[in-house]
């Protein structure tokens, strides 16, 4: 597995990408213009990696080097495509259980939830390249280990996972409070797909119309919602009851 890596210098990161590094995440400073970032920028667009366009005092807090104007996270662990994640399922021998995250940003949540589907028996894990938490130190700390045990893969938008999904016999439920039916009225047992979504928006509308199931927790308190990494937990676990 390779190590948690941070480079700088916007050449050194444009000669990563070309020579297949998989990057996570670039910080790249905000009102940079030159001929050379240009490349880079093309580069990242053309290569649908997560950019964020940040203040030269971020860069200075993520490297001592001269990272001029641009720092790349790589990301410590090798992505899966959803060919393989899907077929390595069905050719277990146990019934496929996948979980997709809809532009989850925060890398604790994350972690505790990479952590929890690898306790459960997560056939594997689908995110979106654009908008959802780097893994990062804090992901591996978080997840006690487990990203490292557990496939991963990263799609374009979440809808193509639904659709792939779908069309290859897997049943998607999306956890959402705007549900009709509670958890407990649902069928985990067949091979299914749990989407869960981002802590301020939840999961996108134009997915929820993709779904074929909803399902939400009951909610006894005042508070609205639970944490996302706790409601995770509790829809994994009612699958791994009814299977077990």
Known sequence: MKKDTTIFGIRAIIEAIKSGE?????????????????????????????????????????????HQGAVAQISPIAFHTIDDLVMNAFESGKTPLFLLLDQLNDVRNFGAIVRTAECTGVSGIIIQKKGGAPINGDTIKTSAGAIFKIPICKVDHIKDAVFHMQSSGIKVIAATEKA?????????????????????????????????????????????????SVACGAFLYEAVRQRN
């Open 22 to 66: 998989t990057i996570d995440k670039v910080f790249v400073q905000k009102g940079s213009r030159s001929e050379l970032f240009q490349e880079l920028e093309h580069l990242l667009r053309s290569e649908g990696i997560n950019a964020s366009y940040v203040p030269i005092e971020k860069l200075n807090r993520l490297t001592k080097g001269n």
């Open 180 to 228: 009709d039916d509670f958890i407990y009225n649902i069928s985990f047992k067949e091979p299914c797909a749990i989407i869960m979504g981002s802590e301020g928006k939840g999961i996108n509308p134009s997915v929820l119309k993709v779904v074929d199931q909803q399902a939400k927790l009951p909610i006894l308190g005042e508070i609205a919602s639970l944490n996302v």
